[in-house]
């Protein structure tokens, strides 16, 4: 007899489903998980990284030097009064501006193509890794969700690796150079100009600490309109059957409504920390401004080191905002890079044997020898069960609802496995059997008929294009 039971889809699933979509560790800029994983994607692409960094190299080095030509025509030509250095300087600055925006084209052209790439093959690779999950993996968790890691949160991740990482490196390399041409001009300068720099850091790091749990709250809330979303729309029938669309429409509302509040409350995070922390870098061009002033009319330095000073503190505290609202990108990629993780972490329960065989051409002998089989929940839904069917025989299996009728069938094609016992295909086990010959052999007509968005020819077509 078939012992009864809950059919697929009870509470145990939807507990393992909220921990998939809810319980995801957070990741730091630091894992070594992360930065192994940037590696083992950017690395066949070295020569075009390469030259991406040979263009920041140059654009960093042309942007630097040329404040210090700006400072021998305020010292050379108009302080002094003399026309004879202007246009070895003129030609100069021009010869600068045109190697920064030509090597800046070629950076942003090189950087997002590679940053496109990047996200191509992360998208492909997540595909890939769904479509080797077995059917208990879907029927434990909500489409909408993994919709949301598959495309939001892979989007998220792009702006992070095509404007997050080109923005770091390139502001890094100016703030270092910033730094060092600036104390070597002139260091008192140089120190007050930086002076409100650990209030700024300090301040940095405590807003990535408040709002970075905001963000993990975004994308989950996302999922679940997404969740929602895909729920009502593939109910739609039984929505209207029942004359529940008032319902739905205030559920999705509830969703939606709580992802607008945690939304609305990061911007009100942002929009009020990046204007204190401009106000707070314009301290520094100030004192630089009065001291430098003071230091021109006694003698301690040139008109134009000033000028040249105030250039590099804008070279000095952009790149430093620009790292700032990229640590804002960063708290968010982060935030979907770990629900990436957690989705790539995830095995199919139906393993295919390292050493599997292809399956000949099977004449249909099938035997279901005392296997036992249970649900996610833990409960035995088959014992014991012993069943053969004979080529040309047709066999029925009659059950109450959740009896376990199609878990039997089911087991055949190895979408799942059993506790106990052995499934049999003309006498070979079909665990020891490749998934795609066993499968590719075997006709099924499912209780529920799902059609392709495409031709009815493609759609009839589909088990053998």
């Known amino acids: 007899m078939l012992h009864g039971g809950r059919g697929r889809g009870g509470g145990g699933h939807h507990r393992e489903a909220d921990r998939f979509e809810e319980d995801v560790e957070p990741l730091r800029i630091t894992d070594r998980r992360m930065l192994a994983w940037f590696a083992r994607y950017l690395g066949p692409h070295?020569?075009?990284?390469a030259l991406g960094l040979f263009s920041m190299l140059v654009v960093t080095a042309t942007s630097l030097y040329a404040p210090q030509i700006l400072r021998q025509i305020f010292d050379e030509v108009i302080t002094a009064r003399d026309l004879g250095p202007l246009p070895r300087l003129g030609?100069?600055?021009?010869?600068?501006?045109?190697?920064?925006?030509?090597?800046?084209?070629?950076?942003?052209?090189?950087?997002?193509?590679?940053?496109?790439?990047?996200?191509?093959?992360?998208?492909?690779n997540a595909y890939r890794h769904l479509l080797r999950q077995s059917l208990s993996f879907f029927e434990a968790r909500r489409?909408?969700?993994i919709m949301s890691r598959v495309s939001n949160d892979v989007n998220t991740v792009e702006d992070m690796v095509v404007h997050g990482v080109d923005t770091i490196i390139s502001d890094s390399l100016t703030i270092i150079g910033t730094v060092g041409f600036i104390l070597w001009m002139n260091w008192k300068l140089a120190l007050i100009g930086m002076a409100p720099l650990p209030l700024f850091l300090a301040a940095v790091i405590i807003f990535g600490r408040v709002v970075r749990p905001l963000y993990e709250l975004v994308r989950e809330q996302l999922g679940d309109i997404n969740s929602r979303l895909q729920e009502s729309l593939e109910g739609m029938r039984v929505v209207k059957a029942f004359n529940r669309e008032t319902h739905e429409y205030k559920r999705f509302e509830g969703d939606s409504t709580s992802y607008f509040r945690v939304s609305v409350k990061t911007i009100w995070l942002w929009t009020t920390f990046f204007p204190a922390m401009s106000f707070m870098t314009t301290l520094g061009l100030i004192g630089v401004i009065y001291f430098g002033a003071r230091m021109t009319i006694t003698g301690e330095t040139s008109p134009g080191t000033i000028v040249a000073f105030l250039a590099y503190m804008q070279h000095f505290y952009n790149p430093i905002r620009s790292l700032v609202r990229v640590h804002n990108v960063f708290n968010r990629a982060l935030a979907s890079l770990a629900r990436i993780f957690d989705l790539l972490d995830q095995e199919p329960e139906v393993h295919e044997?390292?050493?599997?065989?292809?399956?000949?051409?099977?004449?249909?002998?099938?035997?279901?020898?005392?296997?036992?089989?249970?649900?996610?929940?833990?409960?035995?839904?088959?014992?014991?069960?012993?069943?053969?069917?004979?080529?040309?025989e047709t066999v029925a299996i009659v059950g109450r609802s959740g009896a376990g009728k199609t878990s039997l069938v089911n087991l055949i094609p190895r979408f799942y496995d059993p506790l106990e016992g052995r499934v049999l295909v003309d006498g070979l086990d079909v665990r020891d059997l490749t998934l795609s010959s066993i499968r590719s052999q075997i006709g099924i007509v499912l209780q529920d008929t799902y059609l392709f968005n495409d031709t009815v020819r493609e759609n009839i077509r589909y088990g053998r294009l």
């Open 143 to 145: 489409s909408g969700d």
């Open 91 to 124: 030609w100069m600055l021009l010869a600068i501006y045109l190697l920064d925006h030509f090597f800046g084209a070629v950076r942003m052209n090189v950087m997002h193509r590679l940053g496109q790439r990047f996200v191509l093959d992360v998208r492909l």
């Open 46 to 49: 070295w020569p075009t990284l």
């Open 353 to 392: 044997k390292a050493d599997a065989d292809e399956a000949p051409r099977l004449s249909g002998h099938v035997v279901i020898d005392n296997v036992t089989f249970r649900y996610a929940t833990g409960e035995v839904v088959l014992d014991g069960i012993s069943v053969e069917a004979e080529p040309g």
